[in-house]
């Protein structure tokens, strides 16, 4: 791929004519550009330099001990920590995997249109570039209230400083050596006056970077598509060879960062076998020797942990074995991951906690869902349609845990069946929703997702309750926009730095832990410290991002509590 260049403030096109000149609308709200010190905390808690804002945060928690007859004992605890952000936004570029795909050129296009401010023509009005669905560009959080009692809200991307969208230098791979305005119109998701406009700076970019293609991992219908790829068998070469295209691409386009991205084809899961991917030298000598049960998106995740560049997997499959968490930790260098939360299970995350929280019962739930693009096309191959069945099916598991009242523990059901069968997931889980999810490509309906699902519940007295919903969404222009969130955040996280209080041994600023479990509010399958639970409930997710950024300029948390609309 040809290097980008500098953002463009211009509207016209290269090779436009008068006639083709693109539209030009306001700029959205979503996509205008704020100064990044627009919230300004004062208090004894947070201080401001030319090169940082340091805070200190008390975390507040409980250690419980549950003692027999159903009692419990709780101990207050806090843990002060001093947190230490760089002010400064770097010069930040994005790499995608899977760049010529339906997120990938949709991705771009978006950008595109949002830097030059393109409107199009729709069938009934001229639309507005944008970034709606995005939770830091188009969400807000509630600051405090006013001098007159009233709630002030702001835009979450005000908390701190963050990339703007717009900036983000635009590079990657593909295993389709397609150009990117060709491919744009392939994956046929966007307006066509809208590609009409753009496709001169889709061209600009000239076509991804060759890939890396083993045919075990994808369907076999991508086969037609492969011709873009790095040669040979050597995986140790292709490592090698996306680490320079890494360094490559940072250095021809003056870069500080590059986030990695993952939004490929979705792959089948890889074998954990000890000795072979278990620990971080094993991957390595994997790699080097060529072993079957390295995936691709092993490949760049390890190439982008060797370079020092944030790689974030937004696909199913099980990218981070055991040896790639391992390396990342030796280099402190970030991971995130799995899988875009963008429509079905984002709401599947929302009704169940809502069910189990209002104390009803699920007792099954019945996903099915039928699209037409390429990423259908890839999941019809029923390998990789189980790495998606997995990722959709754990969504639901943390809220199930967390009410034992209606949900028996794994103790209890093995008491019950007097003692542990080891024969399905209940036997491991605990009592646990029947839950099916059924994936089917349908070309016609193209990158329009059609999603049914069905949540049969318990309610009081034995009775029954059935919500059926049916969902429509348009696949690439709901994951596109968390994308650029885990970008943005995956970012910031980088220059964020911490240190705890307590710890008079080591008073030392580091890095965070390496598994951005922060991203979850993003992903199906939040990748998260090994040995700690996995956390869906999108209201936890959202709640524990907020307090951190919250944290990060000195403020306790986010209460709902309102004492003061309670008390005289």
């Known amino acids: ?22 539209l030009v609308s306001p700029v959205h709200p979503t996509a205008a550009r704020r100064p990044t010190d627009a919230i300004t905390v004062q208090g004894e808690n947070t201080i401001y330099t030319d ?27 806090v843990t002060p920590f001093e947190f230490r952000t760089q002010r400064k936004v770097p010069r930040t570029g994005l790499m995608l995997i899977g760049m010529g795909g339906n997120n990938g050129t949709t991705l771009v296009a978006t950008i595109l249109a949002n830097r030059h401010n393109i409107a199009w023509h729709t069938k009934s009005t001229i639309q507005q570039p944008n970034y709606i669905g995005s939770l830091l560009r188009a969400s807000t959080i509630r600051l405090g209230l006013d001098a007159t009692g009233r709630d002030v809200y702001a835009p979450l991307s005000d908390l701190l400083p963050m990339v703007h969208p717009n900036d983000l230098v635009l590079g990657g791979w593909d295993i389709s050596g397609l150009p990117l305005d060709a491919a744009m119109k392939r994956a046929a998701v966007l307006e066509w006056d809208l590609q009409r406009q753009v496709a001169p700076y889709m061209k600009q970019l000239g076509a ?101 560049a944030p790689f974030i997997n937004g696909a199913p499959q099980n990218t ?10 030796q280099h402190k260098s970030f991971i995130g991951g799995d899988d875009l939360k963008s429509g079905q299970t984002k709401l599947k995350s929302v009704l169940a906690e809502f069910l189990v929280n209002a104390g009803i019962k699920p007792l099954s739930i019945a996903s099915y869902n039928h699209l037409g693009n390429n990423d259908g096309h890839n999941l019809s ?41 080891g024969k399905n997931d ?96 993003m992903l199906k ?27 990060c300029i000195g403020l306790e948390g986010s209460s709902d509590l309102l004492l003061e609309t309670r008390i005289w």
Request: with cysteine; charged share 25%.
């Open 51 to 77: 090169e940082y804002i340091t805070s200190k945060f008390h975390n507040r928690g409980a250690d419980v001990v549950t003692q027999e007859g159903g009692r419990y004992v709780i101990k207050p605890t």
């Open 320 to 329: 981070f074995v055991p040896g790639v968490v391992e390396l990342a930790e």
């Open 381 to 421: 191959s029923q390998r990789q349609f189980r790495s998606k069945e997995i990722s959709k099916s754990s969504v639901v598991d943390d809220m199930v845990a967390a009410n034992h009242l209606l949900y028996k523990t794994k103790a209890e059901v093995e008491a019950q069946q007097g003692g542990s069968t």
């Open 525 to 551: 399958a939040p990748l998260v410290k090994p040995g700690t639970d996995v956390v869906n409930s999108l209201s936890r997710q959202r709640n524990a991002l907020e307090t951190f950024l919250k944290a």
């Open 1 to 22: 791929m040809a290097p980008n260049t500098t953002p463009s403030s211009g509207n016209a096109s290269p090779t436009a004519s008068v006639l083709d000149m693109p």
């Open 426 to 521: 209940k036997d491991l889980k605990g009592e646990h929703p029947d839950h099916v999810v059924v994936i089917k490509y349908v070309p016609a309906v193209g990158d329009s997702k059609r999603a049914i699902d069905e949540y049969y519940s318990e309610i009081m007295g034995g009775g029954r309750s059935t919500i059926n919903i049916f969902n429509e969404c348009e696949d690439s222009l709901l994951a596109t926009p968390l994308i650029l969130d885990l970008t943005i955040l995956a970012e910031l996280l980088t220059r964020i730095n911490y240190r705890e209080l307590s710890d008079v041994a080591d008073g030392e600023f580091k890095p965070l832990y390496p598994v951005l479990s922060l991203l979850s509010y």
């Open 208 to 308: 991804p970077l060759p890939s890396i293609y083993y045919p075990d991992y994808i369907a076999a219908n991508q086969e037609e598509r492969a011709d873009n790829v790095i040669p040979g068998t050597d995986k140790g070469a292709h490592l090698e060879q996306i680490r320079k295209d890494i360094r490559d691409f940072k250095a021809a386009n003056n870069l500080d960062q590059v986030i990695v991205f993952w939004t490929a084809n979705t792959e089948r899961y890889s074998e954990i076998i000890p000795g072979v991917n278990d620990t971080a030298e094993a991957i390595l000598a994997s790699i080097k020797h060529s072993h079957e049960e390295v995936a691709p998106s092993t490949v760049f995740a390890v190439a982008s942990i060797l370079e020092g």
